[in-house]
């Protein structure tokens, strides 16, 4: 039976020692976040389990050790810095692996779950919204379920219904959902746009993230019918290609006319857009990042990001050096299934260099190269020291820079080197063909 209460009143159910799951994105919990820590001179060795969450993170501060440990399944802004002084931990995992894990118990058994949803309908049924990743395993094998209930939160098609009797502790909640700006992209990320772009054929099926970078892509394929997209995430730029019927999912195999994702992260209007639409359709990672279920899509388009990329075809996407970044993710995921696909093409995307500042200010020496022109090399002759090797180098096909595309899928490690180097900024050209050759990549 459920209880309304407070979000202090709610907390209580958390007890010493418990695990705790926190839903993230645009419907993060802060209230029940807040009220928690409130309670931490109660409270020893409570574990916060999350992905990316947006707001506060009070649970982290230094007062709190031995009182509340984050385990970050990804790895943001907000938790970056507790992550990597130790007063969190980080799980390498595939997203597709974690619903499992939940499910399965043992190391990642679930106490309580954080959540935020729409208020019930008539028939009893509460949306997680624009988050059902890995909330809906977690809401189904919890011992307690602590909810915000918040008219805010779109009622979102899927499988993202949980009945209101699930709840145990039901806090009324109107703050508004966490929205974000959409992101411009300069100009060259709009160079990069454009490559990607033009290996996108009409009826290709699409995954891509956030940022300027998926917005400079999709801004370039106005012309082009019946895209699918099939995705662990979208934003906003999906609004305007819907809009002018070039997104409609017709020619997809599976779940043809939806746009089907695991969350979505955007403005207002995208929370708009989602609300109560039978054309977008939320599962959990196990579903969306399935590669069985990716592969399945002809010409399967998958682009992600990386922080460098070393001449052999090594990707990190997670860490700079031995610094936790951001994490796995779900980049293996859709790479390999896209790769298995049908005429598919997996595409790591990325500017091919970094402000030399921005690493100072991180007070980051682990890219180990000297600057050019106040950048750094994201094309490196090796990973920095104690970087993750996100994506091998047996699962890299397509990598895009702003100066172009290099395909090294079957490539030798001598042309592999090559044709990065072609994509490299002009600058480093020199001094990486030099480290090839010091590294017998390049036989002279």
């Not at 977008?280 to 990329?309: C, G, K, L, W």
């Not at 993710?329 to 595409?347: E, H, T, V, W, Y």
């Not at 990598?399 to 090559?418: F, M, N, P, Q």
Request: glycine share 8%.
């Amino acid at each position: 039976m459920t209880t309304w209460c407070t979000a202090e009143e709610a907390v209580r159910v958390v007890q010493s020692g418990n695990r705790v799951y926190v839903q993230g994105f645009a419907v993060t919990p802060t209230p029940l976040l807040q009220a928690l820590t409130a309670r931490g001179q109660e409270l020893e060795n409570v574990e916060i389990v999350h992905l990316h969450t947006y707001g506060p993170t009070p649970y982290t501060d230094p007062q709190w050790a031995g009182h509340f440990l984050l385990r970050a399944i990804f790895v943001s802004d907000n938790t970056r810095q507790a992550i990597n002084s130790g007063r969190g931990t980080y799980t390498p995992i595939f997203l597709s692996d974690v619903p499992a894990t939940f499910r399965h118990g043992g190391e990642m058994a679930i106490d309580v779950a954080f959540i935020q949803v729409s208020p019930p309908d008539s028939h009893g049924c509460c949306s997680l919204g624009p988050a059902v990743d890995a909330t809906l395993a977690a809401v189904n094998h919890a011992r307690h379920v602590v909810a915000l209930v918040n008219p805010h939160v779109p009622r979102a098609h899927g499988m993202g219904f949980i009945n209101f009797s699930r709840i145990e502790y039901a806090v009324h909640c109107s703050d508004p959902l966490y929205v974000t700006d959409v992101v411009r992209p300069n100009d060259v990320q709009s160079r990069i746009g454009r490559y990607t772009a033009e290996l996108i054929e009409d009826g290709a099926t699409l995954q891509m993230g956030i940022g300027a970078i998926p917005n400079a892509v999709l801004s370039e394929l106005g012309d082009r019918r019946n895209l699918g997209i099939h995705t662990e995430m979208f934003s906003d730029g999906v609004i305007n290609l819907v809009k002018k019927g070039v997104i409609t999912g017709a020619r997809k195999k599976l779940d043809p006319g939806k746009i089907v994702s695991s969350f979505a992260i955007g403005s207002q209007e995208l929370m708009d857009f989602i609300d109560d639409n039978p054309m977008v359709e939320f599962y959990p990672f196990d579903y969306t990042n399935d590669s069985h279920i990716i592969r399945q899509f002809d010409h399967m388009v998958s682009i992600n990001s990386a922080i460098q990329v070393d001449l052999t075809g090594q990707v990190c996407a997670e860490s700079i050096g031995t610094y936790i970044y951001s994490g796995v993710g779900g980049q293996m995921d859709f790479l390999r299934g896209a790769a298995l696909s049908p005429n598919g093409k997996p595409i790591i995307a990325l500017p091919s260099t970094v402000s030399a500042k921005r690493m100072a200010d991180e007070d980051l020496d682990a890219m180990m190269q000297e600057p050019i022109d106040g950048q750094i090399s994201r094309i490196t002759p090796f990973l920095a020291p104690g970087a993750s090797v996100t994506t091998t180098k047996a699962h890299l096909y397509y990598v895009i820079t702003e100066y172009g595309v290099a395909y090294l899928h079957g490539l030798s490690l001598k042309d592999r080197a090559l044709k990065l180097i072609e994509i490299a900024a002009p600058q480093f050209r020199e001094q990486l063909e030099r480290a090839a050759f010091a590294n017998k990549l390049l036989a002279r």
